[in-house]
């Protein structure tokens, strides 16, 4: 079995630690966390520190982000490549992934997802518990649903979006790429990139 390193230890690095421990496939799981300090635990997990790049001469070879912020996680995740930690994704056992949908590399799934056929899901995403992406939708890399958030089928999210708990996409809706949609909205229509947005329908109020 493969070594885990997750990049974080605030909290959501530890609901990925809950995962990683559920999903049983990992004989040793770290903390890293320039932050803290070796020999420091959290939720009974050593947190190490100074430079990733010591994690692979530590035995460990797979990484995944535990980190909220889309820009930040991004970041982790190309340093996680550049010193050869390979991405993982991590699924919760209660989530459920059709067959034909795909998962990028270092994506997070928690519980009670579910991702429908033929639905595309980016590298290092999030899909925070209770996320619904039905068939066919495509969300970008390092995008973020956050709790409860509905895609119905056909929906596209670009990347670095970021969906707030419980909005709603209708069929063929578009989100672009570094947009916000604000929690409870819902998106009828496009919306362009760089933009923040939120009601129902939702409406466009600040551009970035």
Known sequence: MANLIIWGCGGHGRVILDIARAMGCFEKIAFYDDRGTDGQFVSGVEVLSGGIHRMADLGFDLCVAGIGPNEIRAAR?????????????CIHPTAWI???????????????????????????????????????????????LSPGVTLSGTVTVGEYAHLGTGAIAIPGAVVGARTIIGAGAV??????????AVGIPARVISQR
């Open 187 to 196: 998106v009828l229509g496009q919306l362009p990139a760089n933009v923040t």
């Open 77 to 89: 995740y190309h340093d996680a490549i550049s010193v050869k930690l390979q991405p993982t994704t």
């Open 98 to 144: 059709s067959g034909r949908a795909s998962i990028g590399a270092g994506s997070v799934i928690m519980p009670r997802v579910v991702v429908q056929t033929d639905a595309k899901v980016g590298v290092n995403c999030i899909l925070n518990t209770g996320v619904i992406v039905e068939h066919d939708c495509q969300i970008g890399d390092h995008a973020h």
